[in-house]
């Protein structure tokens, strides 16, 4: 924390993903040596990975339809406010659109944390 305490919100930022990047390569080694020591086939980490995101990003689109319908909907009703519907639908798809992006990002990185990062590798195998 007293690293922190000089540094403006970029440095901090950097800081930051520094150690991040540093925590998860460290877990990623100890994983893909568990796997070999297990006889697992190199790079099962990065398929389980590329499967994590796709599944997040997969949830997340599906999310997003549902979302882009239910804005359809509200814009129709924007026309009785005397605004222009395809102007509104415009805009609230842009938003939307990033909101997506952001929220593929934020989820794959979560759940990939919690699989990869976050689990306990002294867990006991059955």
């Known amino acids: 924390a007293g690293d922190l305490a000089g540094l403006d919100e970029e440095g901090v930022k950097a800081f930051l993903t520094v150690a991040v ?3 998860f390569q460290t877990k990623v080694e100890e994983l893909e040596k568990k796997a070999l020591a297990d006889g697992r086939p190199p790079m099962s980490l990065a ?8 599944v997040s990003m997969d949830n997340a689109w599906s ?3 549902q979302n882009m319908e239910n804005l359809k909907e509200a814009v129709l009703l924007r026309k009785y406010q005397n605004l222009n519907p395809v102007d509104e639908y415009k805009n609230e798809a842009f938003n939307l659109f990033q909101g997506l992006q952001d929220k593929m990002r934020f989820n794959s990185i979560f759940s990939l944390w919690q699989s990869f990062v976050a689990a306990p590798s002294n867990v006991p195998q059955n």
Do not use: P, W
């Open 21 to 23: 990047d540093e925590v």
């Open 47 to 54: 398929r389980s990975a590329n499967y994590i995101t796709l």
């Open 63 to 65: 999310d997003h339809l």
